[in-house]
């Protein structure tokens, strides 16, 4: 199923939907199409992957989850040790628990099963390990969602709204 990435007035991400509320969404003058993928819904429509409210939405902000598979999107599904891409990844408190550390974006992140080991009860500097980059809140829930969307070679008319976000 298409989806179709929804943009604020301002070109902001504002929401996913599907093609079928997105032509909706045309058809009535809502929104105007500012990206498709080449593929035509009739000889004269292409299909929409990206459409913009022409009236401007006010949403309150909106807090991500911290949950396991948050952390690994968020990480990329990479060991912020090594580097290892792979599918026994744990989660690591850069400041153990033991000592202090809370479950918090700032202080978690996926590692792999031999750098948690090699990590211990130690911070990373006392292990003499080194963070990738720094764990950190993710900032906007919709630019966190959408980047799911962004896998492979589908959706790429999005990314030049999202990146930037």
Known sequence: MAKVL?????????????WQRAVVLLIKGKAEQIEHNGKMLYP??????????????????KDIPLTRRNILHRDGH???YCGYTGEDLTLDHVLPRSRGGEDTWENVVTACVRCN???????????????RKPPRRPHSSLYFEVTKYLRGDSNQEWKKYIIGS
């Open 78 to 80: 990479t060991c912020q």
């Open 117 to 131: 080991v090699k990590k211990g009860n130690r911070t990373p500097q006392e292990a003499g390990m080194q963070l």
């Open 44 to 61: 004269d429509f292409p299909l929409p992957t990206v459409i913009r409210l022409l009236h401007y939405i006010n949403l309150p902000y």
């Open 6 to 18: 929804v943009l604020n007035a301002s070109y902001e991400p504002l929401n996913i939907t599907t």
